[in-house]
């Protein structure tokens, strides 16, 4: 595709008959119909093939004559308005994990509609507002629990609304109860593996229950450390390689929109992690 920058092939035509938003930057393409240019992400009603050329720049696209779409931006570095309004979104669930963020909250923060956020969103994010937020929930609760916090006041402060929404929701996701967790993990084996990923050095702990632990960072010195601080009274065993079934949810997490490529490092570590943690729960189920 690098070397097609620029021309009208069936490759850019692909790409935006797509709406792979990982080429916006790289062309634009008119609506000759219309004499708009559009990035090749853009949600607008796709024109008929034959009514489109591909230009290199939107600088060119100028030159030219053309308007900028009014929806997608084209022209501009700066995010796209469904971007910024996932940048919103992001923000807002994260600053109110103590309690259920519903939809309706969100299209109010985001400016978009309930029903177009959703679709947006996980598009963008590769999960629901739902899933990201029940995950930013349970790296709270862990939070709690590390720091000695009760089992029952660590899930109203991090958003449960009570003991048993915590124990339906948090055991497998945990993998282990929370008043085992709170304990360090006590008589549990627990095994892991780690491995290399676009964002650092990844360590990946499970029980046979579910994913325990999933960590980012640069040294496996650090990172295997960090296991031992979280499970002290555990059974700790170290695979010699990643296990197949974790490599493939690893690896299908690893392709990023490119809103989060220029979004805050922990932002794009949270969404990674939320990603393969989902995937690997959802292959345990």
């Known amino acids: 595709m690098s070397a097609e920058r620029g021309h009208s092939t069936d490759a850019a035509w692909h790409v935006v008959s797509?709406?792979?938003?990982?080429?916006d930057?790289?062309?634009v393409?008119?609506?000759?119909?219309?004499?708009?240019?559009?990035?090749?992400?853009?949600?607008?009603?796709?024109?008929?093939?034959n009514h489109v050329v591909i230009l290199p720049t939107a600088a060119e696209a100028e030159r030219s004559g053309y308007s900028a779409c009014r929806r997608c931006h084209p022209g501009s570095a700066s995010l796209a308005p469904a971007e910024r309004s996932i940048q919103v979104a992001l923000a807002f669930i994260e600053a109110h994990l103590d309690r259920p963020v519903t939809l309706r909250a969100l299209s109010r923060a985001s400016g978009l509609s309930p029903n177009h956020l959703q679709r947006v969103f996980t598009r963008i994010v590769g999960l629901s507002p739902k899933e990201f937020g029940n995950y930013l929930r349970l790296v709270r609760l862990k939070s709690l629990l590390k720091?000695?916090?009760?089992v029952?006041?660590?899930?109203?402060?991090?958003?449960?609304?009570?003991?048993?929404?915590?124990?339906?929701?948090?055991?497998?996701?945990l993998g282990m109860t929370p008043a085992t967790y709170r304990r360090g993990g006590e008589g549990v084996n627990i095994r892991y593996a780690l491995s290399?990923?676009?964002?650092?050095?990844?360590l990946l702990a499970a029980t046979t229950v579910g994913?325990?632990?999933?960590?980012?960072?640069?040294?496996?010195?650090?990172?295997?450390?960090?296991?031992?601080?979280?499970?002290?009274?555990?059974i700790l065993s170290r695979e010699d390689r990643m296990p197949s079934a974790w490599m493939q949810s690893v690896r299908s997490a690893e392709r990023e929109d490119p809103l989060l490529l220029r979004l805050p490092t922990r932002v794009r570590n949270d969404v990674f992690q939320a990603r393969v943690f989902r995937t690997l729960n959802a292959r345990n189920g």
């Open 18 to 23: 797509r709406r792979d938003r990982r080429f």
């Open 25 to 27: 930057g790289w062309f």
């Open 29 to 49: 393409y008119v609506a000759l119909t219309t004499g708009i240019y559009c990035r090749p992400s853009c949600p607008a009603r796709l024109p008929h093939r």
């Open 147 to 150: 720091s000695g916090a009760q």
């Open 152 to 173: 029952s006041s660590a899930a109203y402060d991090a958003g449960y609304g009570s003991i048993r929404a915590l124990y339906e929701r948090a055991g497998k996701s």
């Open 196 to 202: 290399d990923v676009p964002l650092g050095r990844l």
């Open 211 to 234: 994913v325990c632990m999933l960590v980012l960072g640069r040294r496996d010195g650090a990172l295997v450390d960090g296991l031992a601080a979280e499970f002290p009274r555990a």
